[in-house]
């Protein structure tokens, strides 16, 4: 079983309030292989919200510690997708 983003299936919780559906998406869904998730918005963001990026590496350099994720505002967000993660 696999987490995919949400927005990734139709789910309209992309920071602009819309979808970015795939058809791997929807397939690994409809199969049964993958559960939607919207991170931001189970670590309390609302929707739409300001886009945000990785700074300093990639996601495994998140996990590590080792990388940011900024919002376009310059507001380190980093700690509220931590609190999706352990919260669920």
Not at 18 to 36: D, F, N, V, W
Not at 57 to 79: M, S
Request: charged share 25%; aromatic share 4%; hydrophobic share 35%.
């Amino acid at each position: 079983m696999k987490l995919i983003s949400a927005c990734l299936i139709g789910c309209e919780c992309r920071y602009d309030q819309k979808s970015c559906r795939t058809h791997l998406g929807e397939q690994l869904l409809s199969q049964g292989k993958a559960i939607p998730v919207c991170p931001e918005q189970l670590g309390g963001l609302p929707t739409p919200r300001p886009p945000a990026e990785i700074v300093g590496g990639d996601g495994f350099d998140v996990l590590d510690g080792r990388a940011k994720i900024v919002d376009n505002q310059g507001n380190d967000v980093t700690d509220i997708f931590w609190l999706a993660l352990i919260k669920h």
